[in-house]
């Protein structure tokens, strides 16, 4: 079954690949493709869980801890969209990666905290430099996305899916 659908999912994605073959590598297109859906699916889940499940209302979680709508939504579509984003990072973008999966979950999770820590700093940074400030918010916050983008596919290649024989000779 999983045989089945990853070879469904590269197939659709190398033919779109074809006629960017040329500009952009067959792993880096498949990355692209995959995180971008992924990046739509927790936007998605996002915003329907802050407008139908938590009704825009603060979450009781117990006693007298309640979390923001916002919050809430964010976790909820991470909790869908983090699985789905290493299952698809795992079998579609780096399949040749032959490091045990829990290895390579536990790399994919500190590196998403990495990465949302990172994001963070990111958006504090173009917040709080005087001479970034002037840039848009939206502007900025695609500055940040690309960047996050740029390294976190780098950290997944070179760490989190690397191959044993890379680890190596690596001496890691």
């Keep these: 079954m999983l045989s089945l659908a990853r070879h469904i999912i590269v197939g659709i994605i190398d033919f779109f690949h074809r006629p960017f073959s040329r500009w952009i590598p067959t792993q880096t297109f498949r990355y692209l493709a995959c995180g971008g859906s992924n990046a739509v699916l927790n936007t998605v889940l996002y915003s329907i869980s802050l407008n139908f499940i938590f009704h825009k209302q603060a979450f009781h979680v117990y006693g007298n ?85 740029v390294l976190s596919y780098i950290l997944q290649r070179t760490y989190t899916f690397k ?6 000779t690596s001496g890691i």
């Design 65 to 149: 801890i309640n979390i923001t709508d916002r919050v809430a939504a964010y976790i909820f579509a991470f909790c869908i969209s983090f699985p789905i984003g290493f299952i698809l990072s795992r079998h579609i973008v780096f399949p040749e990666s032959n490091l045990h999966g829990r290895i390579q979950f536990f790399r994919y999770g500190v590196t998403t905290v990495l990465f949302i820590l990172v994001t963070y700093l990111l958006i504090k940074f173009f917040d709080v430099n005087h001479y970034l400030h002037m840039i848009p918010p939206t502007i900025s916050y695609i500055f940040i996305i690309i960047i996050v983008s």
């Design 163 to 168: 191959t044993k024989a890379d680890e190596e």
